[in-house]
């Protein structure tokens, strides 16, 4: 188990130092200047945009050699200093993603558990029903093609739009503030309810096809048969298949992360919901680098985290890990 | 997404052990092909776009970027698709968004065909050091969030062209197809006919063009589909946020564009609804495509 968790731990400190290397290296080894962008965005006179220039140069450590802003840029993450935003002019990067990343945790993780349980489950049961397998199967492939800003589009236009049943956009009523009563609790969960529903929808369709395959794969394996021959029920067979489609499908978790968390990107954008990914939005439209560097750095740190919990979580379905025998 | 590719790697190592002489191995697999009726379906939807975006273009006088139009009009005669909120006709941006799909989808499909072939079958086929390193890397990539880095990119590239945009996502989304080409290459090279092909003297490269390969050629087809499919929804959501190329109608850019116009709040769903809808049935069509393709590829997977 040790060596397990170990071999995992130096995989994620190397990814981890990988990526923030890319982050460190894509603005300064790309052509076009950062800085550039943010002086033509203050539409200055030239000799002041010169001034400014060499300030923001400085003041960003863009003149030090570049092993030194390698270092530089290091020190400042142990920190949590990612720097001043250019968008929202008066903060700093970290403050404005520390705002963002609650919503979008409020969207994420139960839109990733649900969608996970409710998705093997139908799975594992379209495997032996008929009827379900000839319904279910096909909305499943259509749910996991759909684009989630397109669905979120869909969700919006038919439930808020037309019949008026959920808020357009937002995560509360303006009228509000956020505090602990139930008025709040309210307006916040019809608000979320969308957002949520797309996550949802889009996840579950690649986990009830992953489930409903990996069962069938398994009903197949000899262990099956054995039992069958043994004149075990059924009920205990499948008991058996479910545990060992359990395992591919967590590993498969893990590696879902990122294409979930890219799909919240974008669904936040569709209902202007205050996370991350609104903000990414805001960042891009502004031309606000640092943000996206830090926004990037945030995600990473996240999706490995969570790659992290699952090998956990991994190490206690899996009795092999424990004992230290390899996998077939 | 992540799942089905699973399901695919399952099913293809059965697939390989169904061996047959060349030409009874085709005619029977067309037999099975047209007899199965999600391949069927699959191909037929993704293959209805396919024509739409070829011959579309020619069916309309507009071009995509082109104003002058109504403003704003609901689908008609003259406009089959209505038109924006500025007068852009939205048939003549959707048919070109869907050039773009196809386009996007298949370079880049390429390119992570490309890259994971030569992990792959060099990781599986050499082993020792060189597999270490290989996994190694790829487990790095894997990792790391595709959207992630390509924001990144792309915020700071100003990606120009489609091409561009189809080469920066299949040079970040090949490691699952990498590490599933390693395995299936890995139970192959232990094969008899391998072993005698190394007894007679090829050199490595050879026996992987000329033994593997060949050997899960079904399978490599169907990793290809998946990064098809995949590849287009990656596309749409950098398209979407804009860091696509803006010179250039697709789909994303379309939704993009429709959202900042307010197409929700003024009810104009015609302009929203045709290039999400279009997505879906694409990747949808491809997807179900696959999983006829390994029933036909695959017999222990048919008559279910």
Same mark, same amino acid.
């Given at each position: 188990?040790?060596?397990?968790?170990?071999?995992?731990?130096?995989?994620?400190?190397?990814?981890?130092?990988?990526?923030?290397?890319?982050?460190?290296?894509?603005?300064?080894?790309?052509?076009?200047?950062?800085?550039?962008?943010?002086? &033509?965005?203050?539409?200055?006179?030239?000799?002041?945009?010169?001034?400014?220039?060499? /300030?923001?140069?400085?003041?960003?450590?863009?003149?030090?050699?570049?092993?030194?802003?390698?270092?530089?840029?290091?020190?400042?993450? *142990?920190?949590?200093?990612?720097?001043? =935003?250019?968008?929202?002019?008066?903060?700093? $990067? &970290?403050?404005?993603?520390?705002?963002?990343?609650?919503?979008?945790?409020?969207?994420?993780?139960?839109?990733?558990?649900? =969608?996970?349980?409710?998705?093997?489950? $139908?799975?594992?049961?379209?495997?032996?029903?008929?009827?379900?397998?000839? =319904?279910?199967?096909?909305?499943?492939?259509?749910?996991?093609?759909?684009? /989630?800003?397109?669905?979120?589009?869909?969700?919006?236009?038919?439930?808020?739009?037309?019949?008026?049943?959920?808020?357009?956009?937002?995560?509360?009523?303006?009228?509000?503030?956020?505090?602990?009563?139930?008025?709040?609790?309210?307006?916040?969960? &019809?608000?979320?309810?969308?957002?949520?529903?797309?996550?949802?929808?889009?996840?579950?369709?690649?986990?009830?096809?992953?489930?409903?395959?990996?069962?069938?794969?398994?009903?197949?394996?000899?262990?099956?048969? /054995?039992?069958?021959?043994?004149?075990?029920? &059924?009920?205990?067979?499948?008991?058996?298949?479910?545990?060992?489609?359990?395992?591919?499908?967590?590993?498969?978790?893990?590696?879902?992360?990122? *294409?979930?968390?890219?799909?919240?990107?974008?669904?936040?954008?569709?209902?202007? /919901?205050?996370?991350?990914?609104?903000?990414?939005?805001?960042?891009?439209?502004?031309?606000?680098?640092?943000?996206?560097?830090?926004?990037?750095?945030?995600?990473?740190?996240? $999706?490995?985290?969570?790659?992290?919990? *699952?090998?956990?979580?991994?190490?206690? $379905?899996?009795?092999?890990?424990?004992?230290?025998?390899?996998? =077939? | 997404?992540?799942?089905?590719?699973?399901?695919?790697?399952?099913?293809?190592?059965?697939?390989?052990?169904?061996?047959?002489?060349?030409?009874?191995?085709?005619?029977?697999?067309?037999?099975?092909?047209?007899?199965?009726?999600?391949?069927?379906?699959?191909?037929?939807?993704?293959?209805?776009?396919?024509?739409?975006?070829?011959?579309?273009?020619?069916?309309?006088?507009?071009?995509?970027?082109?104003?002058?139009?109504?403003?704003?009009?609901?689908?008609?005669?003259?406009?089959?698709? #209505?038109?924006?909120?500025?007068? @852009?006709?939205?048939?003549?941006?959707?048919?070109?968004?869907?050039?773009?799909?196809?386009?996007?989808?298949?370079?880049?499909?390429?390119?992570?065909?490309?890259?994971?072939?030569?992990? #792959?079958?060099?990781?599986?086929?050499?082993?020792?050091?060189?597999?270490?390193?290989? +996994?190694?890397? +790829?487990?790095?990539?894997?990792?790391?969030?595709?959207?992630?880095?390509?924001?990144?990119?792309?915020?700071?590239?100003?990606?120009?062209?489609?091409?561009?945009?189809?080469?920066?996502?299949?040079? +970040?989304?090949?490691?699952?197809?990498?590490?599933?080409?390693?395995?299936? +290459?890995?139970?192959?090279?232990?094969?008899?006919?391998?072993?005698?092909?190394?007894?007679?003297?090829?050199?490595?490269?050879?026996?992987? %063009?000329?033994?593997?390969?060949?050997?899960?050629?079904?399978?490599?087809?169907?990793?290809?589909?998946?990064?098809?499919?995949?590849?287009?929804?990656?596309?749409?959501?950098?398209?979407?946020?804009?860091?696509?190329?803006? @010179?250039?109608?697709?789909?994303?850019?379309?939704?993009?564009?429709?959202?900042?116009?307010?197409?929700?709040?003024?009810?104009?769903?015609?302009?929203?609804?045709?290039?999400?809808?279009? %997505?879906?049935?694409?990747?949808?069509?491809?997807?179900?495509?696959?999983?006829?393709?390994?029933?036909?590829?695959?017999?222990?997977?048919?008559?279910?």
């Amino acid at each position: 188990m040790n060596r397990y968790l170990a071999r995992k731990i130096v995989l994620y400190l190397l990814t981890f130092w990988v990526a923030v290397t890319i982050d460190w290296a894509i603005p300064r080894l790309m052509p076009g200047d950062p800085i550039q962008g943010l002086i &033509s965005r203050l539409q200055t006179d030239p000799t002041g945009a010169e001034e400014l220039h060499g /300030y923001f140069t400085r003041s960003f450590g863009l003149d030090q050699p570049l092993w030194k802003q390698y270092l530089n840029f290091w020190a400042g993450l *142990v920190h949590g200093d990612l720097g001043p =935003s250019i968008a929202y002019i008066g903060s700093s $990067v &970290s403050e404005l993603i520390w705002a963002a990343v609650p919503y979008t945790l409020a969207l994420l993780v139960p839109a990733i558990v649900l =969608s996970y349980i409710a998705g093997n489950r $139908v799975g594992a049961l379209a495997a032996r029903r008929k009827w379900l397998d000839s =319904s279910a199967l096909p909305v499943s492939y259509l749910l996991t093609a759909t684009p /989630y800003m397109w669905l979120a589009l869909v969700l919006v236009y038919v439930l808020s739009f037309r019949l008026g049943l959920f808020p357009v956009s937002g995560a509360y009523d303006f009228s509000l503030q956020p505090a602990w009563t139930w008025e709040f609790a309210r307006s916040f969960l &019809s608000h979320w309810f969308l957002p949520f529903l797309t996550l949802f929808l889009v996840s579950f369709g690649g986990w009830a096809i992953g489930m409903r395959n990996l069962i069938i794969y398994e009903l197949e394996a000899d262990y099956a048969s /054995y039992l069958q021959a043994l004149g075990a029920p &059924s009920r205990l067979i499948r008991k058996y298949a479910y545990g060992n489609a359990v395992l591919p499908q967590m590993t498969g978790l893990a590696l879902a992360l990122g *294409v979930i968390v890219g799909g919240a990107l974008v669904t936040e954008i569709v209902f202007g /919901y205050p996370g991350v990914g609104s903000l990414t939005i805001a960042a891009i439209q502004n031309r606000d680098y640092f943000l996206l560097q830090g926004i990037f750095f945030f995600i990473i740190v996240g $999706v490995l985290l969570a790659n992290f919990l *699952v090998d956990i979580a991994y190490v206690f $379905v899996d009795p092999r890990t424990r004992t230290g025998i390899q996998g =077939s | 997404m992540t799942t089905l590719e699973q399901s695919t790697e399952l099913a293809a190592a059965d697939a390989a052990e169904h061996v047959l002489p060349p030409r009874r191995r085709r005619n029977e697999t067309l037999y099975f092909a047209f007899r199965n009726r999600k391949l069927v379906v699959g191909l037929s939807v993704v293959l209805f776009f396919l024509v739409l975006a070829v011959v579309g273009p020619w069916l309309t006088s507009a071009s995509p970027f082109e104003f002058g139009y109504p403003l704003g009009e609901s689908p008609s005669t003259a406009h089959w698709l #209505g038109t924006t909120a500025p007068g @852009q006709d939205v048939f003549s941006q959707f048919v070109h968004g869907l050039r773009a799909s196809f386009l996007v989808g298949a370079v880049s499909a390429c390119v992570a065909s490309v890259i994971a072939m030569a992990v #792959g079958f060099t990781a599986g086929y050499r082993g020792g050091a060189v597999d270490e390193a290989l +996994t190694m890397v +790829t487990n790095v990539v894997l990792v790391i969030p595709t959207i992630a880095v390509l924001i990144i990119v792309a915020a700071y590239l100003h990606v120009g062209s489609l091409l561009w945009e189809a080469v920066l996502i299949g040079a +970040t989304s090949w490691p699952w197809a990498a590490r599933s080409i390693r395995a299936q +290459t890995f139970s192959l090279a232990a094969r008899e006919f391998v072993s005698l092909a190394r007894l007679s003297g090829r050199r490595g490269r050879q026996i992987v %063009i000329h033994e593997i390969a060949p050997n899960m050629s079904s399978y490599l087809f169907l990793v290809f589909i998946l990064l098809f499919g995949g590849s287009i929804l990656i596309a749409a959501t950098l398209d979407f946020l804009g860091l696509g190329p803006s @010179q250039v109608m697709s789909l994303g850019l379309m939704l993009n564009i429709a959202v900042s116009a307010s197409a929700l709040q003024l009810g104009m769903w015609w302009w929203f609804i045709p290039p999400g809808l279009a %997505i879906t049935a694409i990747v949808g069509g491809l997807y179900v495509t696959n999983v006829g393709l390994d029933e036909v590829f695959n017999p222990r997977l048919r008559d279910r």
